[in-house]
Nanobody, 124 residues
């Protein structure tokens, strides 16, 4: 199983970044996909999730209307478009897969596989 996130970097406040996550080795089409983030000295927190068919999405209140999660089942990819970035969005961002989950889970324990993380730094 492999999930590899990329696309992080340094951006000024108000800017945009697009994160990508490539998956292999597990049933991607049967999985909800999520993005989480973890800032220094803080717990990992939910950012966004999407159902297997892109029919439903869910966002943390802190990113709603600024971030967009999407997926491409043919390529086994999940994306996170991040707009209007703020310094408080600075964190390591992780993609995660929850196999055979019916609901868009916010709890990290409900996800089976994780990527290695990509660092997003937003300067003020």
């Amino acid at each position: 199983v492999q999930l590899q996130a990329c696309g992080g970097g340094l951006v000024q406040a108000g800017g945009s970044l697009r994160l990508s996550c490539a998956s292999s080795g597990y049933p991607f089409r049967n999985s909800i996909m999520g993005w989480f983030r973890q800032a220094p000295r803080q717990e990992r927190e939910f950012v966004a999730a999407i159902t297997w068919n892109s029919g439903s999405t869910r966002y943390a209140d802190s990113v709603k209307d600024r971030f967009i999660i999407s997926r491409d089942n043919a390529k086994a990819m999940v994306y996170l478009q991040m707009n209007s970035l703020k310094p408080e969005d600075t964190a390591v961002y992780f993609c995660a897969a929850g196999v055979d989950r019916r609901w868009l889970e916010r709890d990290p324990d409900e996800y089976d596989y994780w990527g290695q993380g990509t660092l997003v730094t937003v300067s003020s």
